[in-house]
């Protein structure tokens, strides 16, 4: 079963990954990210090995999470988009202090949902769900650097699967 659970993510991860060098425009970006979203809940489903019970107390509560969480990073980004040279002293004060301000917004988000999350998954789950994030993230992002050209290393264009525990 678990084999069967790594197939279909590896396939829904390869396809997101895939269609993202073809999709543009807006609705076949909604699709894309809808099919990654999807590959995110597989992954983590798996790795963090949710029960049905739990998965339908938790998913809710991540979802609130992840929202705000990309929140707070769409709002750095506008930040660090700012060309310094056209900016006055004060303003790069202040957008520098905004910066720092969304950064501990960010910390104390992830206490505050450390804190939901157990009372819903075991303390070893949560420690999952940081890890499986990270890496379902690093995944990503090397498959998007090998599709654009970023360096085809060995094994390159050939799928082994999302990372091992």
């Given at each position: 079963m678990k084999y069967?659970?790594?197939?279909?993510?590896?396939?829904?991860?390869?396809?997101?990954?895939?269609?993202?060098g073809f999709a543009q425009g807006g609705r076949r970006q909604g699709g894309r990210l809808s099919q990654l979203e999807n590959a995110?809940?597989?992954?983590?489903?798996?790795?963090?090995?949710?029960?049905?019970?739990?998965?339908?107390?938790?998913w809710p509560v991540y979802n609130e999470f992840s929202d705000k969480r990309r929140d707070v990073a769409r709002r750095m980004r506008q930040?660090?988009?700012?060309?310094?040279?056209g900016l006055s002293d004060q303003q790069i004060k202040d957008n520098l202090t905004q910066a720092l301000a969304l950064r501990?917004?960010?910390?104390?988000?992830?206490k505050e949902y450390f804190d939901k999350f157990?009372?819903?998954?075991?303390?070893?789950?949560?420690?999952k769900l940081f890890i499986a994030e990270r890496d379902f993230t690093k995944e990503v992002l090397k498959r998007v650097a090998d599709r654009r050209g970023g360096?085809?290393?060995?094994?390159?264009?050939?799928?082994?699967?999302?990372p091992e525990d």
């Amino acid at each position: 079963m678990k084999y069967l659970l790594r197939s279909v993510l590896a396939l829904l991860l390869l396809l997101s990954v895939h269609r993202a060098g073809f999709a543009q425009g807006g609705r076949r970006q909604g699709g894309r990210l809808s099919q990654l979203e999807n590959a995110k809940i597989a992954y983590l489903t798996d790795k963090i090995s949710l029960t049905q019970e739990q998965a339908q107390r938790f998913w809710p509560v991540y979802n609130e999470f992840s929202d705000k969480r990309r929140d707070v990073a769409r709002r750095m980004r506008q930040l660090r988009t700012e060309n310094p040279d056209g900016l006055s002293d004060q303003q790069i004060k202040d957008n520098l202090t905004q910066a720092l301000a969304l950064r501990q917004n960010e910390v104390n988000l992830e206490k505050e949902y450390f804190d939901k999350f157990q009372k819903v998954l075991s303390i070893r789950q949560v420690s999952k769900l940081f890890i499986a994030e990270r890496d379902f993230t690093k995944e990503v992002l090397k498959r998007v650097a090998d599709r654009r050209g970023g360096g085809p290393g060995p094994g390159a264009g050939q799928f082994t699967g999302p990372p091992e525990d």
